[in-house]
């Protein structure tokens, strides 16, 4: 398997603009996590989804965030409109009996 | 509600040195999963081991070993004959083995190796 990945590896985008990150799990994985990792809060727990079913989203910062599993070998974290302070790296990870293994994460930079 | 806490920011080590990373944990579970994690510049999430809260027996992964003590609560990570390679970010983490698996982490642990 090739591993989680994510894609685009880099997104410049200005402030207003729809972003939309893209994630494939590994294949068989149960559990799929996004993640945002900044220089002041570290790795925060934006939502996770089990089966394609969202379980947690209390860590999504605000209704412009939203998050999509149509099936098990896609999802994808939108934020609409964008604006400065999303500028982070923005990490998805899927696992099978707890251990998560990661993408390669998302540089978003907002101007 | 999980919770985990890494007391260290920054920990600086000479080459070939032991260094031995803290973390503790908070959760209502009885039975969950603990790891360390490592990030190094490239900034990919790398997972170093893993312990299962029901084995008593300390994990270890070549020059990686945890010690791990349920009723304290606390899952450190010791790294032998430290090389170079292993300057990075590293991440304590847990994860409920039953039901909901939340994997949450704690703020992290700056390792330089110096040479």
């Known amino acids: 398997d090739a591993g989680v990945i994510q894609s685009p590896r880099h997104e410049v985008t200005e402030m207003g603009q729809e972003v939309t990150l893209r994630c494939k799990p590994i294949?068989?994985?149960?559990?799929l996590f996004w993640y945002r990792q900044t220089m002041m809060r570290g790795l925060e727990l934006l939502i996770y989804?089990?089966?394609?079913?969202?379980?947690?989203d209390s860590g999504m910062p605000e209704d412009r965030f939203s998050a999509k599993m149509p099936n098990a070998s896609f999802s994808t974290l939108k934020i609409q409109p964008s604006e400065p302070r999303d500028s982070a790296v923005y990490f998805c990870?899927?696992?099978?009996?707890?251990?998560?293994?990661f993408g390669q994460g998302t540089r978003l930079t907002v101007v | 509600a999980q919770t985990v806490t890494q007391s260290q920011p920054e920990m600086s080590v000479q080459e070939a040195e032991t260094v031995t990373l803290s973390c503790t944990y908070d959760?209502?579970?009885?039975?969950?999963?603990l790891f360390w994690y490592k990030q190094p510049p490239s900034r990919q999430m790398i997972l170093v081991i893993r312990?299962?809260?029901?084995?008593?027996q300390n994990a270890t992964e070549n020059r990686f070993s945890v010690n791990f003590q349920k009723a304290a609560k606390s899952f450190s990570l010791k790294i032998s004959d430290s090389q170079l390679g292993d300057t990075a970010m590293y991440f304590c983490?847990?994860?409920?083995?039953?039901?909901?698996?939340?994997?949450?982490f704690g703020q992290g642990t700056r390792l330089t190796i110096n040479p």
């Open positions: 990870a899927s696992s099978f009996r707890g251990a998560a293994f």
């Open positions: 294949s068989g994985h149960d559990y």
């Open positions: 989804f089990n089966n394609n079913v969202p379980i947690d």
């Open positions: 959760t209502s579970e009885n039975n969950y999963y």
């Open positions: 312990q299962e809260a029901y084995k008593q």
């Open positions: 983490a847990s994860a409920s083995r039953g039901g909901a698996q939340k994997l949450v």
